[in-house]
């Protein structure tokens, strides 16, 4: 069996980045941004071992993770975990259109 291999969507590649440079920024230190980082990324090597430890949503084959305060959204292909979302859960969740970022 193939090894599953991770792929990030150019909006969830944004999405982390935003989320570290507004906690930089905020704190000053990158302290709590590596936190955030370290436990996003632990979250995903555990989604190459069980691919489907996140909930279902309402599109085929795409379910959330949540990791304290964040949300990983991806979706299962064949061999590819597809990061679609990295969604910090603290927002407006009106403003969470999953919908959209999967087209």
Known sequence: ???????????????LYDIL???LFRN???????KISQ???S????LIKNPFLGR?????????????DYEII???LEQVILI??????????LKKDLIQRKE
């Open 21 to 23: 440079e507004f906690y």
């Open 56 to 68: 279902p949503t309402e599109l085929q084959n795409v379910r959330a993770l949540i990791k304290h």
């Open 74 to 76: 991806y979706e299962k």
């Open 28 to 34: 000053g230190k990158a302290n709590y941004s590596k």
């Open 1 to 15: 069996m193939a090894k599953i291999k991770v792929a990030w969507s150019v909006e969830a590649k944004q999405d």
């Open 84 to 93: 679609i979302m990295i969604w910090d859960s603290r927002l407006n969740p």
């Open 43 to 46: 979250s995903i090597q555990n």
């Open 39 to 41: 436990n996003i990324f």
